[in-house]
């Protein structure tokens, strides 16, 4: 399984970005989905999480400004996140658990800044 995250990028304070990531391999629509952030310095943190059944979710920072979302058929998942922070800026990693073991993606840099 590889996973291929895109999506990242430079946005203002208050505007919005939507992350993508592309599984390829077998993912099964009961395996968790998910987004991790790490900055320099701190541990990689979950963001939001999806299980099979659509269940989501939220580190208490992102809860009603990003939204997690999958699409089982194309083996995708998708993070949109809303009226950003500059303590959002973090590079974002996808990840995947399927058979017992767990997947990463290259990340993608978000900054937040003016």
């Known amino acids: 399984v590889q996973l291929q995250a895109s999506g990242g990028g430079l946005v203002q304070p208050g505007g919005s970005l939507r992350l993508s990531c592309i599984a390829s391999g077998t993912i099964f629509s009961t395996d968790p989905m998910a987004w991790h952030r790490q900055v320099p310095g701190k541990p990689r943190e979950l963001v939001a999480l999806?299980?099979?059944?659509?269940?989501?979710d939220y580190a208490d920072s992102v809860k009603g400004r990003f939204t997690i979302s999958r699409d089982t058929a194309k083996n995708t998942v998708t993070l949109q996140m809303n009226s950003l922070k500059s303590e959002d800026t973090a590079v974002y990693y996808c990840y995947a658990w399927t058979r017992g073991t767990p997947y990463w993606g290259r990340g993608t840099q978000v900054t937040v800044s003016s």
């Open positions: 999806i299980r099979g059944g659509a269940t989501a």
